[in-house]
């Protein structure tokens, strides 16, 4: 089971830093969970959060295919681009991990699944498009019965 997230280390994590982590996914010690960082690039790090009983190898593996995944969202790799392309990230890491454990999926897949639109959301782009084409054929009409009446 792990957890992903991207920061930006400007020093050495403290330990209350650590101890905070280990709170909000659901450890009360630090024997328990393990970060498993990734240097991406210019201080940035990929850090996994799992447990100690989870299998490093699987975790590793995560961890590069999470690392895959930020160059194919962010033009370069510092830390306004990162936070510009958050929600596409976040989308993306979430096609990754489902429910804490790593979906065996490739890095195309995933692009695959988040560029995908919807039924309904083509069907509304349609409804919308339709109602400005009416509009302006409305618009149109009411510009030739004008110079109708100004020519009668």
């Excluded at 280390?9 to 209350?16: A, E, N, S």
């Excluded at 960082?37 to 201080?43: F, K, R, S, V």
């Excluded at 990929?46 to 100690?52: E, G």
């Excluded at 109602?131 to 100004?150: E, H, T």
Aim: glycine share 2%; aromatic share 6%.
């Amino acid at each position: 089971m792990c957890a992903t997230s991207i920061s930006q280390w400007r020093r050495v994590l403290p330990r209350c830093f650590i101890d905070v982590l280990n709170v909000l996914h659901g450890s009360r010690s630090s024997r328990v969970t393990e970060l498993v960082p990734l240097d991406l690039e210019q201080g940035l790090y990929l850090v996994v959060i799992t447990n100690k009983q989870s299998n490093i190898l699987e975790d590793l593996e995560t961890l590069r295919l999470l690392s895959k995944l930020v160059p194919e969202y962010t033009e370069t790799l510092d830390e306004d681009d990162v936070v510009l392309q958050a929600f596409e990230l976040v989308n993306a890491f979430d096609e990754v991990i489902s429910l804490g454990h790593k979906e065996n999926i490739s890095v195309m897949q995933v692009k695959q699944n988040c560029d995908m639109e919807s039924h309904e959301e083509k069907l509304h782009k349609m409804i919308i498009l339709v109602r400005q084409l009416l509009r302006v054929a409305g618009y149109i009409n009411w510009l030739f019965s004008i110079k109708l009446v100004d020519r009668e």
